[in-house]
């Protein structure tokens, strides 16, 4: 059984910042990729930011370009995201996610991700 579970969310005004963790944990469980997805109400998943292992490649979505760092450690299956300048428009639920197979780049859609942890919520208040 693979888990990944979040911490770290909260409610925080326009202009501040929040760190959410994540941690994996399972039998034999490695990764290619980690990174963040995020959904607020009445709107699709989408892509936040990740990491892939090999190359220690980033990639970041262009909303959160310049205020977010994801960054993490491979061999201890944890993944973190810094959130700066939060805005009311980041107010979402944040998920961890993990994929298994090789990846050369840094996947941004659902399907090509394994794991999902249950979701962190994070309110930016105006």
């Known amino acids: 059984q693979v888990q990944l579970v979040e911490s770290g969310g909260g409610l925080v005004q326009a202009g501040g910042s929040l760190r959410l963790s994540c941690v994996a944990s399972g039998r034999a469980f490695s990764t290619s990729t980690m990174g963040w997805f995020r959904q607020a109400p009445g709107k699709d998943r989408e892509f936040v930011a990740g990491?892939?292992?090999?190359?220690?490649?980033?990639r970041y979505a262009d909303s959160v370009q310049g205020r977010f760092t994801v960054s993490g450690d491979n061999a201890k299956n944890t993944l973190y995201l810094k959130m700066n300048d939060l805005k009311p428009e980041d107010t979402a639920v944040y998920y961890c996610v993990a994929r298994r197979r090789l990846a050369s780049t840094v996947a941004t859609t659902n399907a090509e991700y394994d794991y999902w942890g249950q979701g962190t919520q994070v309110t930016v208040s105006s």
């Open positions: 990491i892939a292992w090999a190359g220690s490649r980033i």
